[in-house]
């Protein structure tokens, strides 16, 4: 089911909301940003994501082929979500579950989790997951 969450990084200076149905599922990859931030995400559309606070104090970082924004807060450095397009541009945002607020404990334990070997191309699982 679909629920509004809220969300924000460690100092509150960046404050969102988003629309996810975490049942749908979250993901971990090893890609080189993921593994060195220890990201745990669940992608929504864009329509299902609104920055509340903050534009002002976040900084936006890229890599690679730049398909992607991984922006963090400039006071606290916590990167709350990612954001980019898919093949087709679509718009969407990688929300950070270690940056929601109040959200139960259970809620996340319950929520599937799939891993994506982005470290070599391929949304498939990779061989180890244990460390992601
Ligand atoms: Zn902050």
Redesign the pocket.
Known sequence: MKKTYRGS??????RYEADIDLAQGTFRCNCSICFKTRAWLAGIPADSFRLVA?ED?LRDYQFGRKNLHHPF?T????RPFSRGADAKGNRFYAVRLNSLDGVEPPELVEAPVKYFDMAHDSMGSPPETGHL
């Open positions: 990084c460690h100092c509150g200076a960046v903050g104090s807060c006071q606290c450095g916590v």
